[in-house]
């Protein structure tokens, strides 16, 4: 971590449990557009209080691990590791045209909080990178992208997989109608899953139709126990073989209406 002073600059590195501190020339000079500034210097980025190199070790590691266990292993606060993600990424972005030679891209929309937020994002299917991302879930949103890309980076476009959302498929027909429009792998993959589960579905129920058709006794009709010729004793239906379903006289009625219960010897 750099530390620097009229006339001078120095770093603040951890060599494992070993702390080294390297110094270097860092002069202030008088700019005619932006006033008394310290010179810049090849190790550190500009306005950095850190060294490039510490820079880029905090970056990487904000990409593997949370902010918390980068605090704790650089020394330095949460607000510090925001700031040197911002300038390196920052850096990154200015020296790559994210958006030159594509010509395979897919288009998604992806929840980023609660309360049905999302973000569209558009990916190069080429180099698998993420180009570009923006809050929303709509035309205008997708649109703001096409008018970064440009109409002759638009129609060198070949193919543009989506979900079939008719706001995506509408910018793309309007930007990029030589464009060929396709289904994106995940969704192909989850609509011939539906269809499987659905076939899968529709053969069990006509095997267990099939089955019970034919366990089922000639002459009964659907509802019998499967394997008998005699219906349950509490369906109520009148049967000669039992003497549990047989309807009940008018005397029975009448002790069961005063609580009484017929008893014999």
């Not at 180099?127 to 649109?143: F, Q, S």
């Not at 109409?151 to 464009?179: F, K, N, T, Y």
């Not at 589960?197 to 139709?209: G, L, P, S, T």
């Not at 349950?232 to 000669?240: A, E, K, L, N, Q």
């Amino acid at each position: 971590m750099t530390r620097g002073r009229a006339g001078a600059g120095g770093g603040r590195w951890t060599l494992g449990t070993v702390r080294a501190e390297l110094e270097a020339a860092a002069p202030r000079v008088a700019c005619p557009e932006h006033g008394v500034v310290v010179a810049a210097v090849p190790w550190a980025r500009h306005g950095a209080a850190h060294t490039r190199f510490f820079d880029d070790q905090v970056a990487w590691l904000a990409a593997a691990c949370s902010k918390t266990t980068i605090t704790h292993l650089m020394r330095i606060s949460w607000r510090t590791v925001g700031t040197i993600i911002a300038r390196v990424s920052g850096e990154a972005e200015a020296a790559t045209d994210r958006l030159a030679g594509l010509r395979r891209i897919g288009i998604d929309e992806v929840s980023c909080e609660r309360g049905h937020k999302y973000l569209v994002i558009v990916v190069d299917h080429d180099t698998g990178m993420l180009i570009w991302a923006a809050p929303g879930r709509d035309r205008k949103t997708l649109e703001a992208f096409c008018d970064r890309l440009g109409s002759e980076r638009a129609a060198e476009l070949s193919h543009v997989s989506a979900d079939g959302a008719d706001w995506i498929v509408g910018v793309v027909a309007d930007r990029a109608p030589q464009a060929v429009l396709c289904a994106d792998p995940f969704h192909v993959v989850s609509r011939a899953t539906g269809a499987l589960d659905e076939v899968r579905r529709e053969a069990w129920r006509q095997a267990r139709a099939a089955g019970e058709l034919a366990s089922r006794p000639q002459g009964l009709s659907r509802g019998w126990p499967s394997g008998s010729t005699t219906p349950p004793p509490s369906s109520g239906w009148p049967c000669s073989h039992s003497a549990a379903s047989a309807p009940p006289s008018p005397e029975d009625d009448q002790e069961s209406a005063h609580g009484t219960s017929r008893r014999t010897s």
